[in-house]
């Protein structure tokens, strides 16, 4: 079980911009693929973003699509989460996520998640 960590939430108004980034904690990715996904209290986790690790395959969910960019530093163990123009809808914990076996797929297939990082956007 290794733990990833999420960093790089905080509080801008709408319109700004964050950049979220996940590291893995003592090792290397090992899974296929690499995900975020972002939660509301009372809801389920919701898809965001995914990207194969060793490949440029990505998704993004259509809600983000034109703002939003996943991409991932493999030589530095790294994944990132670049968010523009951001809109109080946004407003999430936000997660990344690794699957040893899939690309896209639901939360519950992922094998290793961080802890959340809070991003909160203003009107």
């Known amino acids: 079980q290794v733990p990833l960590v999420e960093s790089g939430g905080g509080l801008v108004q709408a319109g700004g911009s964050l950049r979220l980034s996940c590291a893995a904690s003592g090792r290397t990715f090992s899974g296929v693929g690499m995900a975020w996904f972002r939660q509301l209290p009372g809801q389920e986790r919701e898809l965001v973003a995914a990207i194969r690790w060793s490949g440029e395959e990505s998704y993004l969910a259509d809600s983000v699509k034109g703002r939003f960019t996943i991409s991932r530093d493999i030589a530095k163990n790294l994944g990132f989460l670049q968010m523009n123009s951001l809109k109080p809808e946004d407003t999430a914990i936000y997660y990344c996520?690794?699957?040893?076996?899939?690309?896209?797929?639901?939360?519950?297939?992922?094998?290793?998640w961080g802890q959340g990082t809070q991003v909160t956007v203003s009107s």
């Open positions: 996520a690794s699957s040893s076996r899939y690309f896209i797929a639901r939360a519950s297939k992922f094998d290793y």
